[in-house]
């Protein structure tokens, strides 16, 4: 081709284009020619895309990566990886061809893909942080926390390095309150607080790997003013003077947990931080009719502080808003506050407790909780490397380095969440470490109304989780999780389901598998199977369903524990069924020898997807299931093993 039909071409954005074959076939042909300095937007589709460079060099920006291409060079995009080409100092050529092609895009959505995606960085699941004014109740563990520890295993399950954080907020002005109350300073409060938080999470059986502490450190303020550093550097911090809510009875102003009003955005009541209501991030300035905590009106005083520039990031945030492996939620949380126009965040605050702002003329304010968010996961990452045996700074770790992020939080905590976190990494430079997996839960109520700390309505993690009755809360949490609607916990319920599924159903399963594995009490290993009748060949079929049912809600992008464990009880309920087969049951003279090795491989392979089905959420019932087949280091793996061929130890008597 020519040089001078490319420059008739059209010309969008320094890109010529040109279509040598009809956009109507199947497969589409184009010519880019790119001048220095210009590049394509940013997208992906579900096409499978294939170029080759013709002349010049391009940098080719892939999900995570980028690439440098010469003249000859050519590379497959993968169905919805997305991509953008950037041409380098000169002009540069190149051809592109895009087709759909059902295996290709089938491949990349099966369960095994979705499983263990980018599998090569470790990836750092974060839930939002508890607060430690006082205990962690059920509706906290049912959110994010006691989920994360499920992720976390599921991880490990599909292979990948993962480290589990939790940890407590740094600063909030709801754990002054605490204190005062209590007759006690805001770190005794909070330390006190925060050994019950970890005495909960080893109750549900949560392992995490890494724990933030209230109480800051050289280090962690360190993080703080380096990150601060950076935003100022690039302009995206200014200062600004609100009338701010005043008591003149105390003289003091009144922000974050110390004042009350109606949230501007969704007319509930708030504090002057996020609003539970709508999870937006209220400016104390703007609450309508504030008040303090006695419920006395306030006056308003001129009061200088810092703010973030949020919406200088909105490019940032559209490009996050994009990505495809965001749940509706959060893609339409992001969208809604882009079209309506982002706030300025407000990062400095007459706290009675914080990292220490020494910025002349803001020496008596103490940096807030969103300027916290990201020196937090920072932290995090220095941790991490730590753990791995390394001396990192957060600054010195880029690109693919980075640990992939998961996050977790209840969706009134998803301003921080879904704007303020993505847009400080991306301004940091470090777009890799932008939340990769993004898992918001509703709220869950308790006997039909809102769990409230304040007026004690709400069961406490450690007063009413036992060793006992852990696991089958574990799972009934899970079941009724607050995916995406609120659910209804009911203390009767959880008992009665305990009772019943987990106490009954589920060890008169056991009892019933026990029995077909009866008849080789003498083997040590199962022998190979004999022959099938109708129920084998449907319940093998059944176990195989089971398996990819729950290798597709195990995905990261899109986790469904609900799913799992109520997929999990019809499964109890297949075996018992298969096992306790009444023709064989009660007329041992038909006793088909043939048929029953058939019959105890498909138990034993039933069982044994069933504990791995469950492990990341029950490790410890399950971790007695492998046991009784000898089997170390559970994976995912187990799912894809011909267990009618393999060696299985007989686990008669076992189980
Ligand atoms: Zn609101």
Redesign the pocket.
């Known amino acids: 081709m020519r040089d001078e039909s490319l420059s008739n071409a059209l010309l969008e954005q320094g890109i010529y284009r040109i279509n040598p074959v009809p956009e109507a076939s199947d497969i589409s042909i184009r010519i880019l020619k790119l001048t220095p300095g210009s590049s394509t937007e940013r997208h992906n589709h579900t096409e499978v895309e294939f170029w080759t460079v013709i002349s010049g060099t391009v940098r080719v920006y892939l999900d995570g990566k980028d690439i440098i291409l010469q003249a000859g060079d050519s590379i497959r995009v993968e169905p919805l990886c997305r991509h953008r080409i950037e041409a380098l100092q000169e002009n540069a050529v190149m051809q592109t061809v895009w087709w759909h092609h059902r295996e290709i895009f089938e491949r990349l959505t099966t369960e095994d893909a979705l499983l263990s995606p980018n599998s090569a960085r470790p990836l750092l699941i974060v839930p939002a942080m508890l607060t430690p004014n006082g205990g962690m109740h059920l509706g906290h563990a049912a959110g994010p926390f006691m989920v994360a520890d499920v992720l976390t295993r599921t991880a490990r399950m599909s292979g990948r390095e993962t480290y589990q954080v939790q940890g407590t907020h740094g600063h909030l002005e709801h754990i002054q309150i605490a204190a005062v109350n209590a007759g006690t300073d805001y770190y005794s409060l909070a330390e006190t607080n925060t050994r019950r938080l970890k005495h909960s999470l080893r109750l549900l059986g949560v392992e995490q790997d890494i724990f933030l502490e209230t109480r800051p450190t050289t280090r962690s303020d360190a993080i703080v003013y380096e990150v601060l550093e950076k935003l100022m550097a690039d302009g995206l911090i200014v200062e600004r003077t609100h009338n701010v809510p005043y008591d003149p009875e105390t003289l003091q102003f009144c922000v974050d947990a110390f004042v009350h009003g109606e ?1 501007p ?2 007319g ?1 009541e ?1 504090s002057g931080t996020e ?1 539970e ?2 999870g ?1 991030l ?1 400016l104390d300035a703007e609450l309508i009719n504030p008040v303090n905590l006695r419920g006395a009106p306030l006056e308003h005083r001129p009061l200088k502080r810092l703010f973030l520039r949020l919406n200088a990031l909105e490019n940032e945030l559209e490009r996050f808003a994009a990505s495809t492996s965001l749940p509706a939620f959060a893609k339409l949380f992001v969208e809604s506050w882009l079209s309506r126009g982002l706030p300025e965040v407000c990062l400095t605050n007459p706290n009675s407790a914080g990292v220490p702002v020494h910025i002349a003329g803001l020496e008596n304010l103490k940096f807030t909780v969103p300027m916290e968010y990201v020196p937090r996961h920072l932290l995090a990452i220095e941790q991490m490397c730590a753990l791995q045996g390394e001396t990192r700074l957060w600054y010195e770790i880029t690109g693919d380095e980075l640990p992939e992020l998961a996050i977790l939080f209840g969706v009134d905590n998803a301003f921080g969440r879904l704007l303020v976190i993505p847009a400080v990494l991306a301004a940091l430079g470090m777009r890799e470490f932008m939340p990769a997996y993004v898992i918001p839960n509703q709220m869950m109520l308790l006997e039909g109304q809102k769990f409230s700390t304040s007026r004690n309505h709400a069961i406490w993690v450690d007063e009413y989780v036992t060793a006992e009755n852990a696991e089958a809360l574990r799972f009934y949490l899970c079941r009724n999780r607050t995916h995406r609607n609120e659910v209804d916990f009911h203390r009767s319920e959880f008992e009665r389901f305990n009772m019943e599924f987990w106490s009954g159903q589920l060890p008169a399963m056991l009892d019933a598998v026990n029995g077909v594995f009866k008849p080789f009490v003498e083997n040590k290993n199962l022998p190979g199977p004999g022959q099938w009748c109708a129920d084998c060949h449907s319940f093998f079929a059944a176990t195989s369903l089971f398996i990819a049912t729950i290798k597709q809600s195990y995905s990261l992008y899109m986790p469904d524990i609900r799913k799992i464990t109520r997929n999990v009880e019809t499964f109890v309920d297949e075996i018992t069924t298969f096992c306790l087969d009444s023709a064989l049951q009660q007329k041992p003279a038909f006793t088909h020898s043939a048929l029953n090795r058939t019959r105890a491989r498909l138990a034993a392979r039933a069982l044994i997807s069933l504990a791995t089905a469950l492990n990341p959420i029950t490790p410890e019932f399950t971790q007695g299931l492998y046991e009784k087949f000898d089997i170390q280091n559970p994976s995912f793996a187990l799912f894809s093993i011909d267990w009618m061929s393999a060696e299985i130890i007989n686990p008669v008597g076992n189980i």
């Open positions: 949230c955005y969704c509930g708030s609003c209501g709508c937006a209220v």
